[in-house]
């Protein structure tokens, strides 16, 4: 006898390039659920699909991956994550990067979305908290159910500085950034820890001051260094964490983008906070007190933000 196979948890990761790849590689084999890689260009999603799925009896794992331009395959998906878009071209202003990937992300979501109502949807695609803004629009999806990666990935360069800069282990570390992704990120030395210990205890202000600065330029960092592309390995590993939070119903604080309704004085606008991740997407935004340079510091965060919603029109 033959029965109908009962669907099992799916995710979306729209964007089949190094960072939806090197995520959709994770989740499988961290058996938290089968993934779909979406991409415009044919034959590539399912390319790596299947190179990804030839990968399953050695590394252990029953899960599915299937490749597809068609976002028909993405139906049910419990999340929905968001890597497609283009890089900066030389002679690429900022404004015109912003104003193709907002394009790009507008049409992935409202297709993902149609197919997947009840899913989260997790935005990748840079400039991240504007992009944030328009998954939101274009998905329809109540604020808890749109979230930005940002925080995980700053806080995990952070961390691994820290532990660079010590010779201790990088598990041994913890760390929080708040703000916006990259130049306005805001780093909370004070909620850095390592074995609980706060770094402020560990490290002399001029040693932190120097991991700020390399934590804010991580990102131009590695690019300098690779020539062509960004960075997709972290990037991927902190889309995982949140992927898995999400998954499996965890319960856990990781610094995200969010959208603010009031939460640290911010109305409106995507900004990286606490929240805490669950089945639902952020089940709550958490408020930590800031001393008076941090919220000045996060406001200025947030007026980046608000800057570069206005430059997006219709798509915010
Ligand atoms: N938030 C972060 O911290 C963070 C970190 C790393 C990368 N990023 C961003 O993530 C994005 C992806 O980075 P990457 O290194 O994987 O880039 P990539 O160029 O390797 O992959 C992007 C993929 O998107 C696909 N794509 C383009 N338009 C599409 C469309 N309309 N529909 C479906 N797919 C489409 C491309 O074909 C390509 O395969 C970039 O915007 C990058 O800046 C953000």
Request: with cysteine; hydrophobic share 45%.
């Amino acid at each position: 006898m033959t029965r109908e196979r009962m669907p099992r948890r799916k995710v979306t990761v729209i964007g089949a390039g190094n960072v939806g790849a090197t995520v959709a590689q994770r989740i499988v084999a961290s058996g938290i659920a089968d993934v779909v890689l979406v991409d415009i260009v044919e034959g590539l999603p399912q390319g790596k699909a299947l190179d990804l799925a030839e990968a399953a009896p050695l590394l252990g794992h029953d899960l599915q991956v299937v490749g597809t331009n068609d976002y028909a395959d993405t139906a049910g998906s419990v999340v929905i994550v968001v890597t497609s878009g283009i890089a900066r071209q030389p002679g690429m202003s900022r404004d015109d990067l912003l104003l193709k990937n907002a394009a790009i992300v507008k049409s992935v979501v409202e297709q993902a979305a149609a197919y997947s109502p009840s899913a989260v949807i997790i935005v990748v695609t840079n400039p991240l908290d504007a992009m944030c803004h328009v998954a939101l629009k274009a998905s329809g999806f109540p604020r808890w159910r749109v979230i930005g990666m940002a925080g995980v990935l700053d806080s995990a360069r952070f961390r691994t500085f820290v532990s660079m800069e010590l010779g201790v282990a990088p598990s041994n570390t913890s760390a929080f950034v708040l703000g916006g992704h990259g130049d306005t990120m805001v780093p909370l030395p004070r909620y850095s820890t390592v074995g609980g210990v706060p770094i402020t205890e560990l490290m002399a202000a001029e040693q932190i001051e120097g991991i700020i600065e390399r934590t804010r330029n991580g990102g131009a960092e590695i690019v300098s260094l690779l020539k062509s592309g960004s960075a997709y390995y972290a990037p991927a590993a902190a889309v995982w964490e949140m992927t898995d939070a999400i998954v499996n119903d965890r319960h856990k604080i990781l610094p995200c983008a969010a959208l603010l309704k009031g939460e640290y004085g911010v109305d409106g606008l995507f900004v990286g906070v606490p929240v805490r991740l669950s089945r639902v997407g952020v089940d709550q935004i958490v408020e930590i007190g800031l001393t008076d340079d941090e919220q000045r510091a996060f406001m200025r965060s947030a007026a980046a933000v608000r800057e570069l919603v206005e430059a997006l029109g219709e798509y915010a």
